[in-house]
Nanobody, 127 residues
Framework: QVQLVESGGGLVQAGGSLRLSCAAS????????MGWFRQAPGKEREFVAT????????AYADSVKGRFTISRDNAKNTVSLQMNILKPEDTAVYYC????????????????????WGQGTQVTVSS
């Protein structure tokens, strides 16, 4: 099993940056593809980004491509999401998730494809 704990959320003005981190427990972290999802009030949880076990392969939602960067450090059991040029529509609770069910070299884009989830961290972008 993997336990995930997110941190780094907060309030930021539009155009600003935040870096989210997700710390994972367990010795098998490097065998999981990792993903970031977000959920705004009244909306379904949506895919943001995913990264393969070796940190080389990544995929992004079109809405964040070019602004967000996902990365991981298997030695530290962490996965990060660097968010730049933030927009009010990025406001949501952000979750990290882990899966061994791959689509190619990365995780999928559906929440149903992930087995472990963190508790989430709030990101609020003011206009």
């Amino acid at each position: 099993q993997v336990q995930l704990v997110e941190s780094g959320g907060g309030l930021v003005q539009a155009g600003g940056s935040l870096r989210l981190s997700c710390a994972a427990s367990g010795r098998t972290f490097s065998t999981y593809a990792m993903g970031w999802f977000r959920q705004a009030p009244g909306k379904e949880r949506e895919f943001v980004a995913t990264i393969g076990w070796n940190g080389i392969s990544t995929a992004y939602a079109d809405s964040v491509k070019g602004r967000f960067t996902i990365s991981r450090d298997n030695a530290k059991n962490t996965v990060s999401l660097q968010m730049n040029i933030l927009k009010p529509e990025d406001t949501a609770v952000y979750y990290c998730a882990a899966t061994r069910r791959l689509r190619g070299a990365v995780g999928g884009s559906s929440p149903n494809e992930y087995d472990y989830w963190g508790q989430g961290t709030q990101v609020t972008v003011s206009s």
